[in-house]
Structures are given as structure tokens and as C-alpha cells.
């Protein structure tokens, strides 16, 4: 059973540039989250998608957007990228809305320069 | 501002022995809590969940809950040099609430 996709692996980015990531949850998996991790802050929320629609989202600025398209395969995008911004981004699926059985995939080591 | 508060580290424990590892949160109002797993360069993977106050054993991992202390603890039995990584606590409001806060994650040091 494939687990979660994400895409690239790596990433260097120059500041106010965008970049958009993606994520192929579980098959099957309906419900996709978006985290953060970084070393002084840990692993932080970003925003959570269930069949196509935003559920929750964490206390980053508007320049943090997603999706989430029909096959439950979800984009996050960055616009305007800040050196800040430099972080490794975290995809999660679980079978349905709500924290039981999260799998993350490999992530995306974001470099803003 | 819910939060999540863990021990940094590193905690150094000799192979075989048991390592414990603590976490409090600061919403009453949480109903649901995992222990995720973290090596070095990998994203985190889940061990432990425990939804009600006591103990939930799964093989050499038990994970301990107090509602009333705000407290979770892990404990690994017999202790190996593969369970060298971080072990980042979450906890998540419940049904419905996919949204999970986490620890900053305790590192884990086993010796041979």
C-alpha cells in the first residue's frame, strides 16, 4: 500500500519568489494536513482539507494557501517568500476527519535564500 | 493559546533500561493523544494513541494518561539504540478535530 507521496523532496526557493508544494495521500484517505517544522518551533498546523473543503486552519499569514482537488491529492502554496519561510512542510492523511491514524509523508525541505 | 510542553533533552538512558517521557498540555478540554516517533531527517511516525485516563500497553511502549494532572507519559521498556530519535507528544481536542498540537519533542538517547 503506497503511503504519502510528497513532491519534490527538496526545494531552494529566492525570497519573494512562490512555490507550491503537493501531497498524494493514503488511497482512500479523505482528510489532508498541512504542517510546519522548523527547529524552534516545532511542528506547527497549517491548515487541514476534507474532501475538497479548508476544515481548520493555523495562525499563518495569508501568503499560506491550499487545496485539496477530487481525488483528495492537495496543493500548498507560498506566495511571496520570506527567509522565514525556510522550513521542512509536513503532509498528513488519515482515513476521515479527525486525529486517529495520521501518516506524514517524507516532506518538503523548503530553502528560501 | 493551547500548548504542549515537553523536555527537550537529550535524555540519556543505557540499553535495557526503561526511558520515560513526559508531556503536559495546557487545554482541559483535550480528548485525544499520540506519541509520535521521529529519526533524525525523517517526518514523524505515530507509536502511541490513548484517548482515556490509565495505561495503554503495546508491545515494550506503554503510554500513561492523567486528565485530572494534564499529563502523558511514554515509557519504552528494555530500551534499544534504535529508539534513538525524538518522541514528539500531540494532543488533539477530540472527534472531529483533526488539528493536533504538538511538543517541541524529547530526544531520546539509548547507549549500547
Known amino acids: 500500500k503506497a503511503g504519502v507521496t510528497q513532491t519534490p523532496r527538496y526545494l531552494i526557493k529566492t525570497r519573494g519568489q512562490q512555490v507550491t508544494l503537493s501531497c498524494s495521500p493514503i488511497s482512500g484517505h479523505r482528510s489532508v494536513s498541512w504542517y510546519q517544522q522548523t527547529p524552534g518551533q516545532g511542528l506547527q498546523f497549517l491548515f487541514e482539507?476534507?474532501?475538497?473543503?479548508?476544515?481548520n486552519k493555523g495562525n499563518f499569514p495569508g501568503r499560506f494557501s491550499g487545496r485539496q482537488f477530487s481525488n483528495s491529492r492537495s496543493e500548498m502554496n507560498v506566495s511571496t517568500l520570506e527567509l522565514g519561510d525556510s522550513a521542512l512542510y509536513l503532509c498528513a492523511s488519515s482515513l476521515d476527519s479527525g486525529p486517529y491514524g495520521y501518516t506524514f509523508g517524507s516532506g518538503t525541505r523548503l530553502t528560501v535564500v | 493559546q493551547k500548548e504542549v510542553e515537553q523536555n527537550s533533552g537529550p535524555l540519556s538512558v543505557p540499553e535495557g533500561a526503561i526511558a520515560s517521557l513526559n508531556c503536559t498540555y495546557s487545554d482541559r478540554g483535550s480528548q485525544s493523544f499520540f506519541w509520535y516517533r521521529q529519526y533524525s531527517g525523517k517526518s514523524p511516525e505515530l507509536i502511541m494513541s490513548?484517548?482515556?485516563?490509565g495505561d495503554k500497553e503495546d508491545g515494550r511502549f506503554t503510554a500513561q494518561l492523567n486528565k485530572a494532572s494534564q499529563y502523558v507519559s511514554l515509557l519504552i521498556r528494555d530500551s534499544q539504540p534504535s529508539d534513538s530519535a525524538t518522541y514528539l507528544c500531540?494532543?488533539?481536542?477530540?472527534?472531529?478535530?483533526?488539528?493536533?498540537?504538538f511538543g517541541k519533542g524529547t530526544m531520546l538517547l539509548v547507549s549500547p
Open positions: 490513548i484517548y482515556s485516563n
Open positions: 482539507y476534507f474532501s475538497e473543503t479548508q476544515r
Open positions: 500531540a494532543v488533539s481536542l477530540g472527534s472531529g478535530y483533526s488539528t493536533l498540537t
